[in-house]
């Protein structure tokens, strides 16, 4: 089953790259119609600047994921654990025990 998932990992990896390319190209098109509506046909576009933000927000969390992978890292919420206040120990005990 390790072997499958590893394999299906590996076979995505290049498809989030490819997706995370075209955002960013996608990004430069969306900005450049913008920027062109506006100037030059004196007409704005609508709502380009949205979708510049969703494809930019797109490709940072495949760009963020991807890095996390090659790196051989895991995105995880141990940070979130480890940088809270620590109370009471048995409060302590639990959250090592949550987070390993």
Same mark, same amino acid.
């Given at each position: 089953? +390790?072997?499958?998932?590893?394999? $299906? =990992?590996?076979? %995505?990896?290049?498809? *989030?790259?490819?997706?995370?390319?075209?955002? &960013?190209?996608?990004?430069?098109?969306?900005?450049?119609?913008?920027?062109?509506?506006?100037?030059?046909?004196?007409? +704005?576009?609508?709502?380009?600047? $949205? =979708?510049?933000? %969703?494809?930019?927000? *797109?490709?940072?969390?495949?760009?963020?994921? &991807?890095?996390?992978?090659?790196?051989?890292?895991?995105?995880?919420?141990?940070?979130?654990?480890?940088?809270?206040?620590?109370?009471?120990?048995?409060?302590?005990?639990?959250?090592?025990?949550?987070?390993?």
């Amino acid at each position: 089953m +390790a072997g499958l998932y590893r394999r $299906a =990992m590996d076979a %995505l990896y290049p498809a *989030c790259v490819i997706v995370g390319v075209t955002a &960013l190209m996608l990004i430069s098109a969306v900005i450049t119609w913008a920027v062109f509506t506006r100037y030059v046909l004196n007409s +704005a576009a609508s709502r380009p600047e $949205a =979708m510049a933000v %969703l494809l930019c927000w *797109c490709h940072q969390t495949i760009n963020a994921v &991807l890095h996390a992978l090659a790196a051989g890292e895991t995105i995880s919420i141990s940070a979130l654990f480890m940088s809270a206040p620590r109370g009471n120990p048995a409060r302590r005990r639990r959250d090592t025990a949550i987070t390993g």
